[in-house]
């Protein structure tokens, strides 16, 4: 397996749920470009992100023929140009190219292009709700939908369920115009994408029927982890994820406030609080949470977001047995 194969890729759920017209191309190097995004890059108002990719390596990630892959990627980053994304922040309703500029460098194999900064946080998993994969997990899939089923479906894999209204299918699929009849939806669409993500990615899923009298209005998913494609680590982790699960939250007050006042994820506020409880200090651990934030509103150039932050901090502290030196 390459190291490209194993980039992460971050998308937050509003950019996944907007992008119903891409090709599987599109996606493929958007993906890419994600992946390769910096860990500690921290987007400012005004200040877009300019960034640099080589055209052999995302021909190799994705398998895409060497001979074609120059001409390939610079038509991708074209309609990438056209491409507007819509999304809410706040009372404001944003619209931005998926790429605002692009610069081939003839003779070099490489391509320069810029992402708005409004989009960036979309893309790093910078907001509150986002789906993390790595290429490994879908640069098989040979059809268009196999993505969009992935990535509709992977939002929801700690649920292990996902109920889809047929209309909002279609929406989300970008099929509102085509397979009217839901049986051809499932021959055409969902039945193709299920077997290359049940065969390749790191999840599998099955689906039944959402009825209303006779008619089929909706399908239910059942998602749950790819046996078959995990590896000893992530399966020693998903065996440790499940028994969170199922053990009730020794201080469940403070991993709600970590939740909502940090914008911790719910497994990181779940294991803080469980330590803190652990070692009998959650009052004290709630008491630091506003200085904790005060600090990382501080900082100019934070290298991770407000959750992971706290996250870090606390876990460290309570770990250590001991408090800080203030």
Same mark, same amino acid.
Request: glycine share 4%; hydrophobic share 35%; net charge positive.
């Given at each position: 397996?390459?190291?490209?194969?194993?980039?992460?890729?971050?998308?937050?759920?509003?950019?996944?749920?907007?992008?119903?017209?891409?090709?599987?191309?599109?996606?493929?190097?958007?993906?890419?470009?994600?992946?390769?995004?910096?860990?500690?890059?921290?987007?400012?108002?005004?200040?877009?992100?300019?960034?640099?990719?080589?055209?052999?390596?995302?021909?190799?990630?994705?398998?895409?023929?060497?001979?074609?892959?120059?001409?390939?990627?610079?038509?991708?980053?074209?309609?990438?140009?056209?491409?507007?994304?819509?999304?809410?922040?706040?009372?404001?309703?944003?619209?931005?190219?998926?790429?605002?500029?692009?610069?081939?460098?003839?003779?070099?194999?490489?391509?320069?292009?810029?992402?708005?900064?409004?989009?960036?946080?979309?893309?790093?998993?910078?907001?509150?709700?986002?789906?993390?994969?790595?290429?490994?997990?879908?640069?098989?899939?040979?059809?268009?939908?196999?993505?969009?089923?992935? =990535? /509709?479906?992977?939002?929801?894999?700690?649920?292990? +369920?996902?109920?889809?209204? $047929?209309? #909002? &299918?279609?929406? *989300?699929?970008?099929?509102?115009?085509?397979?009217?009849?839901?049986?051809?939806?499932?021959?055409?669409?969902?039945?193709?994408?299920?077997?290359?993500?049940?065969?390749?990615?790191?999840?599998?899923?099955?689906?039944?029927?959402?009825?209303?009298?006779?008619?089929?209005?909706?399908?239910?998913?059942?998602?749950?982890?790819?046996?078959?494609?995990?590896?000893?680590?992530?399966?020693?982790?998903?065996?440790?994820?499940?028994?969170?699960?199922?053990?009730?939250?020794?201080?469940?007050?403070?991993?709600? =406030? /970590?939740?909502?006042?940090?914008?911790?994820?719910? +497994?990181?506020?779940?294991? $803080?609080? #469980? &330590?803190?409880? *652990?070692?009998?200090?959650?009052?004290?651990?709630?008491?630091?949470?506003?200085?904790?934030?005060?600090?990382?509103?501080?900082?100019?150039?934070?290298?991770?977001?407000?959750?992971?932050?706290v996250f870090k901090a606390l876990s460290d502290e309570l770990r250590q047995e001991s408090l800080f030196g203030?």
């Amino acid at each position: 397996m390459s190291k490209q194969h194993n980039a992460l890729i971050v998308k937050s759920n509003a950019l996944i749920e907007s992008m119903t017209d891409m090709g599987l191309q599109e996606m493929r190097f958007l993906a890419f470009a994600a992946s390769h995004l910096p860990h500690d890059l921290s987007p400012e108002p005004g200040r877009p992100y300019d960034m640099e990719i080589d055209v052999q390596e995302l021909a190799e990630a994705f398998q895409i023929d060497t001979k074609n892959a120059y001409r390939e990627v610079k038509i991708l980053a074209d309609k990438l140009m056209r491409k507007i994304i819509q999304f809410e922040n706040g009372e404001r309703e944003i619209a931005v190219g998926l790429i605002s500029r692009r610069v081939y460098h003839r003779g070099e194999g490489r391509l320069w292009f810029r992402f708005d900064e409004e989009l960036l946080p979309h893309l790093m998993g910078l907001t509150e709700r986002f789906t993390s994969y790595r290429i490994r997990d879908v640069y098989q899939f040979q059809r268009q939908h196999s993505w969009r089923v992935y =990535e /509709l479906l992977k939002q929801y894999k700690s649920a292990r +369920k996902r109920v889809v209204e $047929l209309e #909002d &299918l279609r929406r *989300m699929l970008g099929l509102l115009d085509k397979y009217p009849r839901a049986i051809d939806l499932r021959k055409y669409v969902l039945d193709p994408a299920l077997d290359e993500i049940n065969a390749t990615s790191d999840i599998q899923a099955q689906y039944e029927q959402k009825k209303r009298g006779r008619r089929i209005v909706g399908f239910v998913f059942h998602i749950k982890s790819n046996p078959r494609t995990r590896t000893p680590r992530e399966t020693l982790q998903e065996a440790g994820d499940e028994l969170l699960r199922r053990t009730p939250a020794q201080a469940p007050e403070l991993a709600r =406030e /970590l939740r909502e006042a940090c914008r911790m994820n719910p +497994k990181q506020a779940r294991q $803080l609080s #469980d &330590l803190a409880a *652990m070692h009998k200090r959650v009052d004290e651990i709630s008491a630091k949470l506003p200085a904790l934030v005060r600090r990382f509103q501080a900082i100019k150039r934070p290298s991770t977001n407000l959750g992971g932050y706290v996250f870090k901090a606390l876990s460290d502290e309570l770990r250590q047995e001991s408090l800080f030196g203030e």
